[in-house]
């Protein structure tokens, strides 16, 4: 019998993959001082804001250990959870679409857009379609879409990429946004300031009129309810709700991770996820919807399920709990890698810890296998999961599979020689004692500072992104020898 | 095979590859309920104080003065005033200058040219400040509630309840009767940037 490894994200759609290793785009981010300067104040400011309200619930700690067993033990039973979701929905109004991958996903959505005989849609913004690279097949089809969260709005506004799950647009600040709506938005007031306020009622203005006249809506969904076929969005500035009422039709796009069995088990997420995300007590707009209401909201609703390489992920005993994820984005806000590169350098819509733990499992460790190493293992992020993902230990196994996997390969990598070297020399007394003394000279190096900015080749692929320390005047046995003349 | 059918069976897989690893049991230790009960004044203060936080004006109300609230907190409102079709008798007040328009399926551009919906509510969380509305007579359509920049929501004190465990099944309650096809789930919460008034009835 083979075992099921799964089925990962395919290839050439989507946006799981960078261009570049994460040390080689961080290494850009890392030379941008705005960008630092953006990322910090920003990611300080939620940090507060999350710290502060989580403080006001004396039963945070029994929250999140519910909200981890809700979601192991949705995954234990996730195929009949999806059936029970899809008649639910199935009767009442809704249709329900299964994609296995991004492609597939892709292709529905863009005929049940065509079949409706409109050109432009209205989006929510959304994790998935993001992920899917849906916008960019939709304009392949001639279909233009509109984004109209605020911070999503600026990002496809100027042309760039989101870089954080929750606030896409983290990494520029308000004089950056004032320039791309003075460039981009038609009819803008040319006397814009950087106010926040008057940049937000621009991007009202700007989308206003699209919600009225759009007939065609986009969404993902934070959740779904199996046992009463109801969605949910929760969202902050109204927009979310805009487009999930006034258009004609609406199409939800959702990973087959997002379904909760019961509505009771919404009174554990709905604690945790504003508090985690936004810092808010609840955020302040909730919507939900169970398939359609006659009268009342848009009249045709359809669903689609996404794989797209979660059953790759739950095909792993420990690798599944990253599925557990509800996209607060507080692990990326308290992460000292993430406050430093931004997102960009994951490569992934995924970004900070949990998209170092989920965009390799999505894709495949060897299509991101510089991200299992972008994370200090400090922990801050276990601390902070409002569903105790325990992310440094996912990390921890992401990369020994990377090495299993290279290992497996014909020619070994530099780092496998290094390793078997190391293992060599520390295998023997006497090979270890002479190896010590070899290594005092480094200390020719960094004499002035007491930290090696840049050992000489090999090892400069070390120091290319961490300082050595100095090796000391004397080793550990010398001093030994010395303080206790040889006593054992 | 169907894309359906493939999706089930790489679960089913998955699962059986990770070892069937057991659902377990959910511990429901959190706070379920908070220490007052529904209505409590220290409920209706700590949901003043929410809502106030939230920017929204809050008008207290007699069970007999809920037009009297909607008036004050409707006079600067000078366009029309949208209302569902359900609104409870004696919650329109009489000498309100601005015309009153029912909804009867009000097309968004229609919405777009009222000034305010008046409408009741489903339930209220004070812990959070956040106020449920679930398509209701007396809310109507999320449409409504939606377009116009005031909305005046008045919030019976019996409807106010402390916890989000606590409130959760109240904004439920329609979604669960199958027997009609208009009894859905929805809510919102307070409004943040827009400005909202709240009457509340005692």
Redo the contacts between chains.
């Keep these: 019998m083979t075992t099921f490894l799964g089925v990962p994200a395919p290839r050439g759609v989507g946006h799981l993959r960078g261009e570049h290793s994460f040390p080689d785009a961080a290494r850009g981010a890392l030379a941008d001082s705005q960008l630092r300067r953006n990322l910090g104040h920003a990611t300080h400011t939620i940090r507060g804001k999350r710290a502060s309200v989580v403080g006001e619930l004396d039963d945070w700690e029994q929250l999140r250990l519910a909200g981890s067993a809700l979601k192991a033990a949705t995954m234990a039973r996730l195929d009949e959870h999806l059936e029970r979701l899809e008649r639910e929905v199935t009767a009442r109004g809704g249709t329900v679409h299964w994609a296995r991958d991004a492609n597939e996903a892709n292709a529905i959505v863009t005929r049940l857009v065509q079949e409706t005989g409109e050109t432009e849609v209205v989006k929510v913004k959304s994790m998935a379609t993001q992920e899917i690279g849906l916008n960019e097949a939709l304009e392949t089809a001639g279909i233009e879409a509109h984004e109209t969260d605020l911070a999503e709005l600026i990002v496809q506004l100027g042309g760039d990429l989101p870089s954080h799950i929750l606030v896409p647009a983290i990494h520029r600040n308000r004089a950056e946004i004032r320039e791309i709506f003075l460039r981009e938005m038609p009819g803008v007031d040319p006397e814009l300031t950087a106010e926040p306020r008057r940049l937000a009622m621009a991007a009202r203005a700007h989308l206003r009129e699209r919600f009225l006249r759009a007939k065609v809506a986009i969404s993902g969904a934070n959740f779904a309810v199996a046992d009463t076929g109801t969605l949910l969005v929760v969202e902050s500035e109204g927009n979310g709700r805009m487009c999930l009422t006034l258009p004609e039709t609406l199409i939800t796009v959702m990973g087959i991770e997002k379904v909760v069995p019961t509505w009771q088990d919404l009174e554990v997420f709905l604690q945790l996820l504003p508090r985690s995300s936004t810092g808010e007590r609840m955020n302040p707009y909730t919507s939900a919807w169970t398939g359609v209401t006659p009268g009342d909201g848009p009249q045709t609703f359809h669903l689609v399920l996404l794989d797209n390489g979660r059953t790759a992920a739950l095909a792993d005993e420990l690798g599944r709990s990253a599925l557990h994820c509800i996209k607060c984005s507080a692990c990326l806000n308290v992460c000292p890698v993430y406050e430093r590169t931004g997102g960009h350098a994951y490569g992934s819509v995924y970004p900070g810890p949990i998209g170092a733990v989920l965009s390799p499992q999505l894709t495949g460790v060897e299509d991101n296998a510089s991200l299992p190493y972008a994370s200090t293992l400090c922990g801050a992020c276990f601390d902070a999961c409002p569903v105790r993902i325990d992310i440094p230990s996912l990390l921890v196994k992401l990369r020994a599979r990377h090495v299993d996997e290279q290992r497996a390969r014909t020619v070994p990598s530099a780092e496998a020689i290094a390793m078997a070297a190391a293992s060599w020399v520390m295998s023997s007394p006497a090979r270890f004692a002479a190896a010590e003394k070899v290594s005092r000279a480094g200390r020719l190096l960094g004499r002035r500072t007491g930290g090696i900015a840049a050992l000489p080749p090999p090892l400069s692929a070390w120091t290319a992104s961490r300082d050595a320390p100095r090796p000391p005047a004397e080793t550990f046995r010398e001093w030994w020898a010395r303080e206790r003349g040889g006593a054992s | 095979m169907?894309?359906?059918e493939?999706?089930?069976g790489?679960?089913?897989?998955?699962?059986?590859?990770?070892?069937?690893?057991?659902?377990?049991?959910?511990?429901?230790?959190?706070?379920?309920t908070g220490s007052h009960p529904a209505g409590a004044p220290e409920l209706l203060a700590l949901l003043r104080d929410?809502l106030v936080d939230?920017k929204a004006t809050v008008l207290d109300a007699a069970a007999d003065g809920v037009a009297e609230a909607v008036q004050i907190a409707l006079t600067e409102v000078t366009g029309p005033v949208v209302v569902p079709p359900g609104l409870p008798a004696g919650w329109w007040p009489d000498g309100l200058a601005a015309t009153r328009v029912t909804d009867d399926?009000l097309s968004?551009?229609d919405l777009?040219a009222t000034a305010a919906v008046l409408t009741g509510c489903a339930a209220a969380?004070a812990?959070?400040?956040?106020i449920a509305l679930d398509?209701s007579p007396d809310q109507g359509?999320?449409?409504i509630t939606?377009?116009p920049d005031v909305h005046v929501c008045v919030v019976r004190a019996e409807q106010v309840v402390e916890t989000?465990?606590e409130s959760?099944?109240r904004?439920?309650r329609r979604?669960?009767s199958?027997s009609s096809?208009?009894r859905?789930?929805?809510?919102?919460?307070?409004?943040?940037?827009?400005r909202a008034c709240t009457a509340r009835a005692r």
Excluded: F, K, Q
């Design positions: 169907t894309a359906r493939e999706v089930l790489r679960i089913r897989a998955a699962n059986a590859a990770a070892g069937h690893p057991p659902p377990p049991d959910v511990p429901r230790d959190y706070h379920r929410r939230y399926g968004p551009a777009d969380c812990v959070t400040g956040t398509g359509r999320r449409a939606l377009v989000v465990p959760s099944p904004w439920i979604a669960r199958r096809a208009d859905r789930p929805r809510a919102t919460s307070s409004w943040s940037g827009w």
